[in-house]
DNA sequence: GCAAAAGTGTTTGGACTACACCCATGT
DNA sequence: ACATGGGTGTAGTCCAAACACTTTTGC
């Protein structure tokens, strides 16, 4: 008999949050362990015997950044002998979407160990995590392609360049603004409400919109051709 | 401190393979060990600790099936608590696509542990073996249609009629053959030779075509829109 | 000659692109 | 009045869908 495996599995999360102001950006924490202590990381820690690997994301979160998400999906699985100084610790990943109002984790933590950081503008990450990130923008890049995003990530109403703004920033390119209204409110996803609401400083005030729960998660199972 | 992690890390993986006859098949192996002893599985087992994870379903499958394979791609980790009756083990799995040729390991092993299934006969399965291979199906399915298929999986040169019953195979319902041939033909990765074929039995024999390996391989990156 | 598979074109509607001007508000 | 962002329509092009008959071969 061979000796026993000694490998350890850890999850680690990426979480993108948007503002308008801020961007797209991920949830950072400060590791105060070694090894890379006092480097920056993604959330996320070794899992437990007994629990399943979205619980054990979801703890991690709790425990290290107090937010709890509402969506989560499996990324990859990274596990190249190495890629942790010490052991070998295989990563499952996962990554999520937050509506601002998790952005309040920053404020309470001002002085801590846990940041909100512009996808553009990261630190230099502990282990392999820059590549975890890269590869859950492109992720995410790609699924806004062909299923609707945004519930997540903004607030109940929203005006339309609210919207046309986290493309931007998700996408990192330009597109027609007229295209691309007409495109999203094809599917019918969106509902526009009689509300009006000036954004700060100049400009015409613009209507308010929100998702149609239904009709936005239906369209997430079908899946929706887009090319924006 | 608290007590040591007791989790494994094994890696299974789904080969698919196609013939015409056969249509779109699995490479099962029958299990000699417990737990579900005599019951049919993926191939795979547990990771070593200096191996890397697709080092690891190479040998695997070396091991286990005697085919090697050049396409292999992960697919997702299974981890719940209660996968396995005796121990926690979480499962990195794969998907990969092998050519006729490797078809040869049935003959091989045709009284022994080995055997393709064809995906739509598949035997009752250990584990939730059953679900992954039906995540697998699907990954294949959507991949089709954003990436061309069927050099990995086709013989170097074919009738166009036998890509088009793999499309059919794979995506298991009917689409207007002008224009599947219409759409495959735009892109460029298909070259028509001048030798004909005739299959068995009576028709017109067809053109032989092959792919353009250089072709092929650019528009797998850039991927295409593929709307069959 | 008949059964089986290969080969091939046209029409039509819908979708995407490109593109520019006026409107409502704050300062 | 001017700066800022909101709101909107059309013409042209391309792409996809629908659709059926003729050709070559084996038997």
Chains 1, 2 share one sequence.
Request: no cysteine; glycine share 6%; charged share 30%.
């Amino acid at each position: 008999m061979p000796g026993a495996q000694n490998i350890k599995v850890a999850v680690d999360a990426v979480v993108f949050g948007y503002t308008s102001k801020e961007g797209l950006s991920v949830l950072l924490i400060k590791r105060n362990i070694q090894p890379f202590k006092n480097s920056w990381a993604l959330p996320g820690g070794l899992v437990r015997d007994d629990e399943s690997l979205e619980d054990a994301v979801q703890r991690e979160l709790r425990e290290e950044t107090s937010i709890s998400i509402s969506y989560l999906e499996q990324l990859y699985s990274f596990g190249e002998p190495g890629r942790d100084p010490r052991n070998r610790v295989i990563s499952i990943t996962y990554y999520g979407l937050v509506r601002p109002d998790a952005f309040d984790v920053k404020a309470d933590t001002d002085a801590s160990d846990v940041a909100w950081f512009n996808i553009k503008k990261l630190p230099s990450l502990a282990f392999d995590h820059t590549t975890i990130i890269s590869v859950a923008h492109e992720r995410l890049k790609s699924k806004m392609l062909y299923q609707p995003v945004g519930f997540e990530l903004l607030e109940e109403k929203f005006p339309f360049s609210e919207l046309e703004k986290l493309y931007l920033a998700v996408l990192d390119r330009p597109f027609d603004r007229r295209n691309f209204k007409k495109k999203i409110t094809k599917y019918g996803f969106l509902e526009e409400t009689n509300e009006k609401q000036a954004l700060e400083g100049a400009g015409r005030p613009g209507n308010l919109f929100r998702f149609n729960e239904e009709k936005y998660f239906l369209l997430k199972k079908e899946g929706i051709s887009f090319e924006i």
